[in-house]
């Protein structure tokens, strides 16, 4: 069973389009990250959910929303989508203790989605 | 704020022969260090962790890494290279304040037959 999976594996699209990137892992984990790498491999933080709440909220265009259902789901949202958004979007878990996300907890990362805007 | 940096931003070895891979980090704080794998048009996979435990910290695939706080350092190794090793290698630190993981540059293995 694949713990934390992404959907769509490829997309394609037009600048100007809104799309969505989904994420769900099986894991039971309580946190939930979205990370973006570059053309250079340079993995950055975007955003970080914990039992549905926003707690890490980097410097991102508004253009991106994430959205977290519930604690196994955390879908990205891109309005109006630029040439620069190209990239490899990965989503990640990791189980947070009874003290909330801490700086020693492993996360898991899924096997990413490459956006390619024309 | 935390932050590593990568010495090699490529490494080739050959079959069989040792690999060290370097990775020198900046924190004010005892640090969280990672060491992520990842393998083309593949996600990453965690390798090892050092969390202020044992200074040398064993990871999957013979791969071992020593925290050496005097040299801020916490450098890759491995005894012997496989063709499977192949790949991009992390060095990552963890925010103790937010539990931001900070990503190196990465360093491209190569492994020659």
């Known amino acids: 069973d694949t713990a934390v999976s992404q959907t769509p594996k490829y997309l394609v699209t037009q600048m100007g389009n809104d799309k969505s990137i989904k994420c769900e892992q099986n894991?039971?984990?309580?946190?939930m990250y979205w990370y973006k790498q570059d053309s250079k491999k340079f993995l950055k933080i975007m955003f970080s959910y914990n039992n549905k709440e926003l707690i890490i909220n980097e410097t991102v265009p508004n253009r991106f929303s994430p959205k977290s259902p519930d604690k196994a789901h955390l879908n990205l949202h891109i309005n109006s989508l630029e040439l620069g958004d190209s990239a490899v979007y990965f989503c990640?878990?990791?189980?947070?203790?009874?003290?909330?996300?801490?700086?020693?907890?492993?996360?898991?990362f899924g096997p990413g989605t490459r956006l390619t805007v024309l | 704020a935390q932050s590593v940096t990568q010495l090699d931003s490529h490494v080739s070895v050959s079959e069989g022969t040792p690999v060290l891979l370097r990775c020198n980090y900046s924190s004010s704080y005892s640090p969280s260090l990672f060491w992520y794998v990842q393998h083309p048009n593949k996600g990453l996979q965690l390798l090892l962790k050092?969390?202020?435990?044992?200074?040398l910290v064993k990871g999957i695939n013979g791969f071992e890494a020593e925290f050496k706080k005097s040299e801020t350092s916490f450098h890759l190794t491995k005894p012997s290279a496989h063709m499977s090793d192949a790949a991009e290698y992390f060095c990552?630190?963890?925010?103790?304040?937010?539990?931001?993981?900070?990503f190196g540059a990465g360093t491209t293995v190569t492994v020659r037959a």
């Open positions: 990640a878990s990791s189980q947070a203790g009874s003290g909330g996300p801490h700086s020693t907890d492993t996360q898991y």
């Open positions: 894991l039971g984990h309580d946190t």
């Open positions: 050092y969390t202020s435990a044992a200074t």
């Open positions: 990552v630190v963890s925010d103790p304040d937010d539990y931001k993981l900070s």
